[in-house]
Structures are given as structure tokens and as C-alpha cells.
T-cell receptor
Framework: AQSVSQHNHHVILSEAASLELGCNYS??????LFWYVQYPGQHLQLLLK??????LVKGIKGFEAEFIKSKFSFNLRKPSVQWSDTAEYFC??????????FGTGTLLAVQP | DGGITQSPKYLFRKEGQNVTLSCEQNLNHDAMYWYRQDPGQGLRLIYYSQIVNDFQKGDIAEGYSVSREKKESFPLTVTSAQKNPTAFYLC????????????????FGAGSRLTVL
């Protein structure tokens, strides 16, 4: 069955700490991978995406993610977090049907 | 400004009542979606539509119904058959699958929060 797993449900970091949020997927065929972010009181928005090519993708606000096919992973990273990164982060996987599957989300709280 | 408009933002319903949530987009997107967001469960797909007059059930379609009579509109009805309707509902849209650029990238609305009293 298709699924996306995010193992970190809540993460608390201090400003300037490094961030890595885990995402593993199970999806048959060619897969597109995404990270979406929901800042407090705002719409869900795209942070970054991987369709093909360079497995290291860069997104907005200094975020990046690496697609490791052998590990079925697409972990999100940021070298130094800021208080404004406090948000809920969702990993998602999609394919040819246009149907996306989302993970359960990771709530990140950055303490100033 | 192009985007997705969901209404109402907040809605209260008595048990046994049907309610309809509105979703309108002016992005000229072909595909539209309804998700339900519950704490700790992420986003779960209720229904999706890739073209006018056609839609498919998602993972949790029971107790919900949709229509897609116009490209820009995809209303969701939460019926009295839905056992646990209190939730945050998100509408989204995307360009149709086919091109590389923009395939499967979703644009979301601000959401509608439904509370059943």
C-alpha cells in the first residue's frame, strides 16, 4: 500500500540549531516527492519538490531535502533554524494519478 | 490575485444536518481536491476531480459527497452519515498531470473548520 511516514511528531529546537525531519515513503512506480509547510494561521504552501534529476533539492527559506532512492527517504534539512520556522511540516508523495499521499506531519517549535 | 476561496471559514452544525462547504478557484486548474486534516493524522483525501463532471473517491469518502459542474467550483457536502465530521477541511487544486512543470503541485485554500454540536 502507498504510504508516507514521518517519524518525528513534535520537534523542539533552539534558534540556530540544525534541523532534519525524516520522511519515508512507500509508493509504486515513479514518485514525485514534496514538503509542504503550514505556518500558524496561514495556508499550506509548497516548501520544495523533487520530480527527477539532482536528488538534492533546494526550497524556499533555506530548506533543502535529499532524495535517497535506496532508503525510500526524502528528509528535510536546514542548517540553522529561526523562530519564524515554527510551523507544521508535511511530507507528501504523488504519482501519475495526480493523487498525493501526505504524512501525519511534524510540528516544529523553535525557541528564541 | 489568483487563488482558492473556501467558505465558510467556520461552521457549526447540529447532528443529523447536512452541510455544504464551498470551494472556488480562479487558477484555471483542472484538478481539485478535498482533504480532511485532523491533529496527528495529517491530511487525508476525501474526494478528487481531474476534470469537470468527473470525480473519484479518496481514502475516506464515506459520508461525503461532491459535484464538479464547473471547472472553478468543487463543493463538498458533509452528510449526516459522516460519523465524525468535526474537522478542518482543506480544498486544493492543481494543473493536470502531463507537463513537467507544476505537475501535482497543490495550491491550498485557507480551510473551513466544521464543528458538530
Amino acid at each position: 500500500a502507498q504510504s508516507v511516514s514521518q517519524h518525528n511528531h513534535h520537534v523542539i529546537l533552539s534558534e540556530a540549531a540544525s534541523l532534519e525531519l525524516g520522511c519515508n515513503y512507500s509508493y509504486g512506480g515513479t514518485v514525485n516527492l514534496f514538503w509542504y509547510v503550514q505556518y500558524p494561521g496561514q495556508h499550506l504552501q509548497l516548501l520544495l519538490k523533487y520530480f527527477s534529476g539532482d536528488p538534492l533539492v533546494k526550497g524556499i527559506k533555506g530548506f533543502e531535502a535529499e532524495f535517497i532512492k535506496s532508503k525510500f527517504s526524502f528528509n528535510l534539512r536546514k542548517p540553522s533554524v529561526q523562530w519564524s520556522d515554527t510551523a507544521e511540516y508535511f511530507c507528501a508523495a504523488g504519482g501519475a494519478t495526480n493523487k498525493l499521499i501526505f504524512g501525519t506531519g511534524t510540528l516544529l517549535a523553535v525557541q528564541p | 490575485d489568483g487563488g482558492i476561496t473556501q467558505s465558510p471559514k467556520y461552521l457549526f452544525r447540529k447532528e443529523g444536518q447536512n452541510v455544504t462547504l464551498s470551494c472556488e478557484q480562479n487558477l484555471n486548474h483542472d484538478a481539485m481536491y478535498w482533504y480532511r486534516q485532523d491533529p496527528g493524522q495529517g491530511l487525508r483525501l476525501i474526494y478528487y476531480s481531474q476534470i469537470v463532471n468527473d470525480f473519484q473517491k479518496g481514502d475516506i469518502a464515506e459520508g461525503y459527497s461532491v459535484s464538479r459542474e464547473k471547472k472553478e467550483s468543487f463543493p463538498l457536502t458533509v452528510t449526516s452519515a459522516q460519523k465524525n465530521p468535526t474537522a478542518f477541511y482543506l480544498c486544493a487544486s492543481s494543473m493536470s498531470q502531463g507537463g513537467f512543470s507544476g505537475a501535482n503541485v497543490l495550491t491550498f485554500g485557507a480551510g473551513s473548520r466544521l464543528t458538530v454540536l
